[in-house]
Nanobody, 129 residues
Framework: QVELVESGGGSVQPGGSLRLSCAAS????????IGWFRQAPGKEREGVSC????????YYADSVKGRFTISRDNAKNTVYLQMNSLKPEDTAVYYC??????????????????????WGQGTQVTVSS
């Protein structure tokens, strides 16, 4: 059974850091692309970052480029999102999801939500002074 579970969210002040984790089970993590998304109150869900199968490529939304880093630890079957220099506009529920076959490479032009499945339950990130 495929499952993704997010953790690591919390409340931080502007300029702070958090590391989100996406723990995978039921499949071999390195064989799939994993995306991070976020949804703020009253807004649509948006793609934040994505790491392709076997780390072939990585995508970042312009809004987080230079501040967020996605990585994968296959031994722990976990994908991480390191978030630095957090801003109030980063406040949202963060989700991870698996890119569904036959797609295994993250697009360089943005993440199409409908192509992702096995969504986690989300973890809340709040950036506020």
């Amino acid at each position: 059974q495929v499952e993704l579970v997010e953790s690591g969210g919390g409340s931080v002040q502007p300029g702070g850091s958090l590391r989100l984790s996406c723990a995978a089970s039921g499949f071999t993590l390195d064989d799939y692309a994993i995306g991070w998304f976020r949804q703020a109150p009253g807004k649509e869900r948006e793609g934040v970052s994505c790491i392709s199968k076997s780390d072939e490529s990585i995508y970042y939304a312009d809004s987080v480029k230079g501040r967020f880093t996605i990585s994968r630890d296959n031994a722990k079957n976990t994908v991480y999102l390191q978030m630095n220099s957090l801003k109030p506009e980063d406040t949202a529920v963060y989700y991870c999801a698996r890119l569904s076959p036959p797609y295994y490479v993250c697009s360089n032009y943005g993440l199409t939500i409908s192509l992702f499945g096995s969504w986690g339950q989300g973890t809340q990130v709040t950036v506020s002074s």
